[in-house]
């Protein structure tokens, strides 16, 4: 099992979302504005199997892209200097390049590894993939820009 950089606490410290649209446990690696990975355990309890799909159940891609998202918000905000954390929320803008590869299941666990390139403006660039025992589920380009709370 891998170290952890920051778990749930601190990552809720850094993102607004809360129960049930948390989508990242923890982070086990981070490089500083260039590379982060984060963890999502992947259980048979979570809210959205009994409808997707109660007979073979899978979590749905769009929930995927999210987690990866939300590893790109974390990133963009471990960037930003201490004082201006507070104030900010980054809001995805954008997904291009959007590719699943395989179903992720109950009891899979996902490692969501999103690495920056490039800031245009605003808008900052990720490259995204989540896999699942290092077989690719999806990956994706992600674009978010910080705006004021």
Same mark, same amino acid.
């Given at each position: 099992?891998?170290?952890?950089?920051?778990?749930v606490? *601190? &990552?809720?410290? @850094?993102l607004?979302? +809360? $129960?049930?649209?948390?989508?990242?446990?923890?982070i &086990? /690696? &981070?490089?500083?504005?260039?590379r982060?990975?984060?963890?999502?355990n992947?259980?048979?309890? /979570?809210? @959205? @199997?009994a !409808?997707? @799909?109660?007979?073979?159940?899978?979590?749905?891609?769009?929930?995927?892209?999210?987690?990866l998202? *939300?590893?790109?918000?974390?990133?963009a905000?471990?960037?930003?200097?201490? /004082?201006? +954390?507070?104030? =900010?929320? $980054? $809001?995805?803008? !954008?997904?291009?390049?959007? +590719?699943f590869?395989?179903?992720?299941?109950? !009891?899979? *666990?996902?490692? =969501?590894?999103?690495?920056?390139?490039?800031?245009?403006?605003?808008?900052?660039?990720?490259?995204?993939?989540?896999?699942v025992? !290092?077989?690719?589920?999806?990956?994706?380009? &992600?674009?978010?820009?910080?705006?004021?709370?």
């Amino acid at each position: 099992m891998s170290e952890t950089v920051m778990d749930v606490r *601190q &990552i809720m410290e @850094f993102l607004p979302h +809360r $129960y049930p649209f948390l989508l990242v446990d923890r982070i &086990i /690696e &981070i490089e500083e504005t260039q590379r982060l990975v984060g963890i999502k355990n992947v259980s048979i309890n /979570e809210h @959205f @199997f009994a !409808g997707h @799909f109660p007979v073979k159940p899978v979590m749905p891609g769009v929930l995927i892209v999210e987690a990866l998202a *939300q590893c790109t918000g974390l990133l963009a905000m471990k960037a930003q200097p201490e /004082e201006l +954390r507070k104030s =900010l929320i $980054y $809001y995805l803008v !954008g997904i291009d390049k959007v +590719r699943f590869k395989r179903v992720v299941e109950p !009891g899979d *666990q996902l490692r =969501l590894e999103v690495e920056f390139v490039k800031q245009k403006r605003s808008i900052w660039v990720f490259d995204t993939r989540a896999s699942v025992d !290092g077989q690719l589920a999806a990956s994706a380009q &992600i674009m978010c820009t910080p705006r004021e709370t």
